[in-house]
Nanobody, 123 residues
Framework: QVQLVESGGGLVQAGGSLRLSCAAS????????MAWYRQAPEHERELVAT???????NYADTVKGRFTISRDNAKNAVYLQMNSLKPEDTAVYYC?????????????????WGQGTQVTVSS
């Protein structure tokens, strides 16, 4: 069974940095896209950053220039370096990964989620 486990969250002052890590266990395949999402209290979950298997990345406008997503395919891991943190970055951060499977003429997409790690930025 595939599990994603996040680590690296915590409490930091505004302007500080944190590095989130997400490691997959039980996966005998490489993921397609990997991503970080976040959800603040009373807000919907939002996409923070994505990284494809070829290394191409995309970021939410709110984090561009401050956050950097990277991955290590050999370890099936994804990271999020967060710099210049702001109080509005406070949220639970979730790791996400997907893969596609082809069975005959059918293609399936499997989504995997971590349990989340809390990031709190104080002003």
């Amino acid at each position: 069974q595939v599990q994603l486990v996040e680590s690296g969250g915590g409490l930091v002052q505004a302007g500080g940095s944190l590095r989130l890590s997400c490691a997959a266990s039980g996966a005998t395949f490489n993921f397609n896209n990997m991503a970080w999402y976040r959800q603040a209290p009373e807000h919907e979950r939002e996409l923070v950053a994505t990284i494809a298997s070829d290394g191409s990345t995309n970021y939410a406008d709110t984090v561009k220039g401050r956050f950097t997503i990277s991955r290590d395919n050999a370890k099936n891991a994804v990271y999020l370096q967060m710099n210049s943190l702001k109080p509005e970055d406070t949220a639970v951060y979730y790791c996400n990964a997907d893969r596609t499977r082809t069975l005959g003429r059918y293609t399936f997409r499997d989504d995997f989620w971590g349990q989340g790690t809390q990031v709190t930025v104080s002003s």
